[in-house]
């Protein structure tokens, strides 16, 4: 079989692999150098628009529109750019076995891949109903949501069904911005999860309680505190109905799956050191292992604002930690040193008219502030966390750029805050005069 060898190889092909090609090719990248093998039949996207403008009726976004970096605001790298720069794009090619020791990697078709420095980028896999024996979770027409194919499924489906009725499991992130898409394209639409209240990882009950209220405004019927625990499907095998945990049966049409995200770490088992489910690196995104480093969903690494280690499953860390990886591997070879990663966790979301963000950490004491009535014809409103008398997270919906940097500042600089009340007073006043 055919041996391919490169200096620089990134195994996956999503955000991270995307902004870490610009980055060498920014700190200077020989053409032939530079490998992204990547399981995808297509070059390295924004993937956040797959569950937004992607599914949308109107105003509908489609490749190329959304090659990475175009997200943040950066230039657009399409197929050709890669050509360009003498980067090779290896695309619809999975990776089936590394041997991190043998520097080797071999593809499902037998193709060899030898490289001096290996990035790991293979991001998340989406947690299957079947993962956990649920009755029927495999009949037609039960979808999740990861790689692009999976958003053409569900944009035939959509398109096949007409005024359907759709059951979106789960109330996470898929949750919340699939049951807004799908409503969007006048679909009948209700979400189950287990939970008092939707994006509990995030939200305090009364974060929730606003999407809740606005959401059943749209239209979403909401069913909390209970599960999926089976699937009855008709003579053709597709989803006809859901059963729940509490007895209740749901009619169906279109299912959608957002249970949750796992790292895709397995190809290394017991090759490289691992922590809190992920590839653990340093300040730096180097592995246990030489010439071998993890980025984006995959890395656990040092978070030194709070002097802990954590793993993040968001675009904005996708990008910067590849941006760091491959600073470092560069600065490495010329002999220099560069600052260690020094991140500020930042969330957001975008459904229906609606739009925030989260700078922080959402641990302690959690004030609301602002107008919160799902009724509102302009809703504005946010959190502050405090813990230990300073402020160290915070939440604004329906922010300006301007409030928006306000808040991140805040969630950066921690200032002191010991009258929660006045905090509540002040609002985002409070962020602004920061
Ligand atoms: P990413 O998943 O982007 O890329 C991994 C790549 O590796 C894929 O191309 C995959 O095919 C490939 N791969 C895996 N195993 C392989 C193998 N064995 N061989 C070859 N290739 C392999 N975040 C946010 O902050 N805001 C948002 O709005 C959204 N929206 C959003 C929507 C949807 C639908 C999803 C699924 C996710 C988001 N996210 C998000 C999360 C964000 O997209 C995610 O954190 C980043 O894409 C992670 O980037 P990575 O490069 O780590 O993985
Ligand atoms: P998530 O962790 O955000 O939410 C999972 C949800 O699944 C939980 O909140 C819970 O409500 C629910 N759940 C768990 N077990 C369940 C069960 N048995 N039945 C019903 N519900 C159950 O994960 P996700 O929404 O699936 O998102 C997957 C990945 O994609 C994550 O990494 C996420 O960060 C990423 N993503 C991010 C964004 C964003 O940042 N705006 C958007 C989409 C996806």
Redo the contacts with the bound molecule.
């Keep these: 079989m055919a041996e391919k060898s490169f200096k620089y190889v990134i195994i996956g092909g999503g955000v991270s692999a995307g902004y870490a090609a610009r980055e060498f090719s920014k700190q200077g990248v020989k053409p032939g150098e530079l490998a992204i093998i990547s399981k995808e039949a297509v070059a390295p996207y924004e ?2 628009a ?3 403008a992607y599914l949308f009726p109107e105003g509908t976004a489609r490749l190329p529109g959304f090659h990475v970096c175009v997200g943040s605001g950066g230039e657009r790298l399409l197929p050709e750019w890669y050509k360009e720069k003498g980067i090779e794009l290896i695309l619809s090619t999975e990776i089936v076995k590394a041997d991190l020791a043998a520097k080797t990697l071999v593809s499902a078709a037998g193709e060899i891949f030898k490289y001096h420095i290996l990035i790991i980028a293979t991001g ?1 896999a ?2 299957r ?1 079947t993962d ?1 024996g ?1 009755q029927g979770a495999d009949a037609k027409n039960i979808f ?3 790689e692009i194919d999976d958003a053409d499924k569900l944009v035939e489906v959509i398109k096949g069904k007409k005024n359907g009725k759709v059951v979106i ?10 049951s807004a898409a799908l409503r969007i394209n006048n679909l009948d639409v209700t979400m ?4 008092p209240w ?4 995030l939200f305090t009950a009364g974060i929730a309680a606003f999407y809740e209220g606005y959401y059943a405004n749209k239209g979403v019927k909401i069913i909390k505190g ?3 625990v089976g699937f009855n499907a008709d003579s053709n095998g597709e989803v006809k109905e859901v059963k729940l945990k509490d007895g209740r049966v749901l009619e169906a049409d279109i299912v959608v ?5 796992r790292p895709l770490v397995t190809l290394f088992k017991g090759q490289v050191e691992e922590e809190k489910g992920g590839i653990k690196t340093d300040a730096f995104f180097k592995t246990s292992v030489s010439d071998v480093y993890a980025v984006g ?1 995959v890395a656990t690494f040092p978070m030194k604002l709070y002097n802990d280690i954590r793993r993040v ?3 904005d860390h996708a990008r910067k930690s590849a941006e760091q990886a491959v600073k470092a591997i560069k600065s490495n070879e010329e002999g220099k040193t560069i600052d260690v990663y020094d991140y500020l966790p930042f ?4 459904s229906f008219d609606l739009s925030w963000q989260f700078y922080g950490d959402n641990v302690g004491d959690a004030v609301l502030f602002g107008d919160n009535d799902p009724a509102s014809p302009n809703p504005k409103f946010g959190s502050y966390w405090i813990k230990d008398g300073k402020v160290v997270g915070a939440f604004l919906e329906g922010g300006s750029p301007d409030e928006n940097k306000a808040i991140a500042k805040v969630a950066r600089v921690q200032p002191p805050a010991v009258n929660l009340d006045l905090l509540t007073k002040e609002g985002l006043s409070f962020a602004c005069k920061i």
């Design positions: 993937r956040p797959l569950s937004k998340s989406v947690i109903l956990f649920v999740y949501l990861r499991v789960g109330g996470g992130y898929i949750g919340l911005e699939l189950v999860y287990p939970e939707c994006m509990p990882r209970t599960v999926a799956v957002g249970v949750g995200g969903d499953e968001h675009v969330f957001y979301s975008r």
